[in-house]
């Protein structure tokens, strides 16, 4: 990663740039099997339009704040980069009333909960490989359906300022530079030494511990992540084995 990354949205340019065939996030879900594998290309592709699909569509401005409801998942990785990428807020589990959008997942408490939010509404399946509801809830945009018409390269209208607020997370406010700066410096507690470091988490990303380890950090330094929901569902020999075959080298649970 280069020295001048200020903002998430940096890293993962520096990680294209650098490698964009290599693995970036591996995603299991040890509740339904699914597994997905995202290179830093394709990773950055789905960033690319969903921060289009904030901008353009959803009519985000940088400064506003856009509540994320969803769990540690692939996609919920993507929707923080994204955020980065147009220069908005990600609110993480936040307060959907004070939110200019809020982006849910399936689950009728947080669609629910995500009413409150007098803006723009976005539902995520989160069925394996980014599928779309069957029937999307009232009153949200499903965001299968709108987001692959979107481009595919993204040009924010205003320069990102790496100093303003980019993530709030358990009650923490976190500008983007900050968000760098930390992910580098805890990157060496975590094991992470740099590219080829390859982290397993099953934390929640409701936590800067769990975001940090389930995504900044292995960006910040080249590595990748094997990002696992449902953890606690697999076996102690199925994870030996998961980590064999993935080439983890350090796990975060």
Not at 25 to 54: C, H, I, M, Q
Request: charged content about 20%; aromatic content about 6%.
């Amino acid at each position: 990663m280069n020295a001048t990354d200020r903002t998430p949205a940096d890293l993962l340019s520096s990680a294209l740039a650098a490698d964009p065939g290599r693995p970036l996030v591996t995603f299991y879900d040890d509740a339904t099997g699914e597994r997905v594998e995202l290179s830093v290309a394709t990773f950055a592709n789905w960033v690319a339009k969903t921060a289009n699909l904030l901008q353009d569509e959803l009519s985000v401005e940088p400064g506003d704040r856009v509540t994320l409801l969803l769990p540690a998942h692939w996609q919920t990785a993507v929707w923080l980069l994204a955020c980065a990428s147009v220069g908005v807020i990600a609110d993480v589990g936040g307060d959907p009333s004070a939110a200019d959008v809020v982006v849910s997942g399936p689950e009728p408490e947080s669609l629910e909960a995500a009413r409150a939010c007098s803006g723009p509404r976005v539902a995520l399946a989160l069925r394996p490989l980014g599928g779309r509801f069957p029937q999307p809830p009232e009153g949200f945009a499903d965001y299968a359906v709108e987001v692959p018409g979107q481009g595919d390269r993204f040009v924010p209208y205003a320069p990102v300022d790496p100093e303003e607020p980019a993530l709030i997370v358990a009650g923490r406010e976190f500008s983007g530079a900050e968000v760098v700066e930390r992910a580098r410096a805890e990157a060496p507690d975590l094991g992470l030494t740099g590219p080829g470091s390859r982290i397993l988490s099953g934390l929640p990303y409701d936590t800067w511990e769990g975001l940090n380890a389930g995504l900044y950090a292995p960006l910040a330094t080249g590595g990748s992540v094997v990002l696992c929901r449902h953890l606690d569902r697999l076996g102690a020999d199925a994870l030996d084995k998961r980590v064999e075959s993935e080439r983890v080298t350090v796990i975060s649970r």
